[in-house]
């Protein structure tokens, strides 16, 4: 099972840094072989660019804004539009600029593209302030960064046990 965890995300947007930070402190978590950290920050052509690689599954972390309280960690099964369901003005719309690309956006390329791995999960983390500029999260946004490192290793976990295995439990 090859896994892909992204981080995206701006850090000078103050919470929006979330899914960078997240990545960051992921890329020291010894996974096992097949399972691969970026940090693609606010570039969405380089998380298509890295699912050309081929994946089976994509853990996408990122900053939300899904009014609920600040520093909520939300796993998020997304539906990824298909662009042959779209005008091709919505298209356009859409997709024309991968270098500012939202998630969204970019699953929509890589699902077209026929890239998209078939697991897909989103872990997002619900900001104070979606307008705020400037260096470092808030309080309830940094402070949830590592209980998404730990949902994240939990899913990961559950992603390359093997078939019929059992689960290691914590105690």
Known sequence: MRVLIAGVGNILRVDD??????????????????????????????????????????????????????????????????????TWGERSDLLADMHLATPERVLMLAKAMGILPPTLLMVGCQIADPDAVGQGMTAPVAAAVDIAVQEIRRYVARLVAPAGGVEAQSA
């Open 17 to 86: 840094a979330f899914g960078v930070e997240v990545a960051r402190r992921l890329e020291h978590e010894p996974f096992p072989p097949g399972v691969r950290v970026v940090e693609t920050g606010i570039a969405g052509i380089a998380l298509v660019q890295e699912l050309q690689e081929g994946w089976d599954a994509l853990v996408v972390v990122d900053a939300v804004d899904h009014q609920r309280a600040p520093g909520t960690v939300l796993l998020i099964e997304p539906e990824v539009v298909d662009v042959q369901d779209l």
